[in-house]
Structure formats: structure tokens, C-alpha cells
């Protein structure tokens, strides 16, 4: 079975966005900024800002976080909230989420300005999703495994792709850029029938379903492609993925690694992201 490297892939996305971002400070041009908001502690919310922040000071774009206690008053949180989304310098904008209920999520996406919203939670840019409009953004994650699939040269088009999780941010988005691919793809969830059926099914096989080593060699098909987007912690608080990689070994012909596959793939796709809408905002 061969490893797909996601770090390959960013650092080939990074090395491009760096160029572009020496030239805009060669011209002497503002430079594209991104602001992080993070409510709590979470593990995965603090791998990824990691991630992030780690990502845009490869590339030499501004970036900010800002963070929230757990119980933050909703208020609070978006004074700051609309602060950011009208400050004029400020080109991206990620909230890690799910954010504690009492913030009301949909509050949220529902005010978070379309142009900066380069993970893609605004109903304006889940609905270019949904048409296929390209110029919209996508959630950074669900691009990021289009990318390595692409760049790993594995054809999409004509494939059966089987994704399991339907969550907002990975599964449903992922299903709609497949489809945009030319891709036939099954949406497993906790109700459907049979999973394991479905997974030796697939040709491409996408594990997004939030549980630690879950798909092992009775999901996968002989050959199948594997993306394991999944971000877990182990026992032992190592990071782990969806992926029981020992297990489907002798089975797949490639999977990818977490840590090291799609995540830092979807850093990549955040820059990428912030770099066009800071481009549509100078343009
Ligand atoms: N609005 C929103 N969108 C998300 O996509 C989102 C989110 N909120 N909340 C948290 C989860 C988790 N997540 C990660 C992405 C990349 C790494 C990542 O870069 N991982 C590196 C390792 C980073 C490290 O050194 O710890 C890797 O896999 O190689 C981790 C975690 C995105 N999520």
C-alpha cells in the first residue's frame, strides 16, 4: 500500500503562495491578514489554530487569533464577532467550530461577511457549493482532499466514491465537489443500512466519521484508494485518525496518514483561500 503524503502537497501549495506573497511585499502592497477565533480548549480546534498559524507563517501572510472562554457571553462574542467582520484590514476569517451552543452557530454563519468567509460556513458560499459556482470558496478540509487526490494523480472522474460522515464541514460538502468531479458518491451515515457494504463498494474511500480507527479491511475494497480525514486522539492523547491503517495494509492501494495527510493539506487550502479573497478585495 502506498502513503499518500499531504505534506508533499502543502508544501507544494505553500512555496507558490510564499511567491505571491514576496511579490505584494517587493511592490510594497498591504499584505493579506487572517483572523483565528477560537471559543475554549478544544484539542482539535488547538491542533488545527497550530496548523494554521504554523501554515501562514511559512508563507508570510499577517495572521491573529483571538480567543473566547467557554462561556464567553453571547453578546461579548459578537461585538468582537461584528468588530472583525467590518474591520476593513482584515481579508479572512476562521471560526473553529462547533462553537458552544449558547453562541448560536447560526447566528454566525448567517453574519459572517461572504468575502471573508474562506472556510465556507455562510449560506451564500454552501450555496455556490451546491450549484458548483468555482468562484465561491469551500470548506477548507473537503477542498483539501480534492487537492491530494489530484495531486496524488488519482482520477476522480467516472469513480465510485463512498464517503462515511454527512457532517457539515467534511461529508456533505466533500459529496457536492465529488459530484462537480464527474464522481458517483454514497453519503453514509448512522442510519444507513449496511456501511461496511457500502465502503467495499467504493473505488474512493473518504472516512470522515469522527471515530478513532473505525474503518479497518472490512470496509475497504481490494485496491480502493483511502483518505482518513479523520482528527482523533488516542489513549495515549497521540493525534489518530478514522483510518485503522495497519489493518487495510495488505488491502488498499494508497492511504493517506494523519498526522501528515489531509490536515496539513487543509492549512494549505485556507492560505490558498485567503490569498483569493484578499485578490477579489484588491482587484
Ligand atoms: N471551522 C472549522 N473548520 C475545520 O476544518 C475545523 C474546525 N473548525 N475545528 C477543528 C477541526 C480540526 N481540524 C484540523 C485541521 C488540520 C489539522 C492539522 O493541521 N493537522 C496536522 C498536525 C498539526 C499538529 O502539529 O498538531 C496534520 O494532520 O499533519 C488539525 C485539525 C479542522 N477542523
Request: hydrophobic letters at 40%; one cysteine or more.
Amino acid at each position: 500500500m502506498k502513503i499518500i503524503s499531504g505534506k508533499e502537497v502543502a508544501e507544494h501549495i505553500t512555496a507558490e503562495l510564499k511567491n505571491k506573497a514576496e511579490s505584494l511585499k517587493k511592490g510594497n502592497r498591504r499584505l493579506p491578514k487572517l483572523v483565528i477565533i477560537r471559543v475554549g480548549e478544544k484539542p482539535d480546534d488547538l491542533s488545527y489554530q497550530k496548523g494554521a498559524v504554523k501554515r501562514m507563517d511559512m508563507i508570510g501572510v499577517i495572521h491573529e487569533e483571538v480567543h473566547f472562554e467557554e462561556n464567553v457571553p453571547k453578546e461579548e462574542f459578537y461585538k468582537e464577532f461584528d468588530e472583525i467582520n467590518n474591520d476593513e484590514s482584515v481579508d479572512g476569517i476562521l471560526v473553529l467550530r462547533p462553537i458552544p451552543k449558547h453562541l448560536d452557530e447560526d447566528r454566525l454563519m448567517n453574519t459572517i461577511n461572504p468575502k471573508k468567509d474562506i472556510d465556507a460556513i455562510s449560506p451564500v458560499s454552501l450555496g455556490k457549493l451546491m450549484t458548483g459556482d468555482k468562484n465561491g470558496f469551500a470548506p477548507c478540509t473537503a477542498a483539501g482532499v480534492i487537492e491530494i487526490l489530484k495531486y496524488a494523480g488519482v482520477k476522480i472522474r467516472g469513480k465510485k466514491v463512498t464517503i462515511i460522515g454527512r457532517s457539515n464541514v467534511v461529508g456533505r460538502p466533500l459529496a457536492l465537489l465529488f459530484v462537480s468531479e464527474d464522481a458517483t458518491v454514497t453519503v453514509c451515515h448512522s442510519f444507513t443500512a449496511d456501511v461496511k457494504q457500502a465502503g467495499k463498494n467504493a473505488e474512493i474511500l473518504v472516512a470522515s466519521c469522527g471515530k478513532a480507527k473505525l474503518i479497518n479491511s472490512e470496509y475497504v475494497a481490494e485496491n480502493a484508494v483511502v483518505i482518513d480525514v479523520g482528527i482523533n486522539f488516542d489513549e495515549n492523547g497521540k493525534l489518530c485518525g478514522d483510518v485503522d491503517i495497519n489493518d487495510i495494509e495488505a488491502v488498499a492501494a494508497a492511504c493517506t496518514p494523519v498526522p501528515g495527510g489531509v490536515g496539513a493539506v487543509t492549512t494549505s487550502m485556507l492560505a490558498k483561500q485567503l490569498l483569493l479573497a484578499y485578490e477579489a478585495k484588491e482587484a
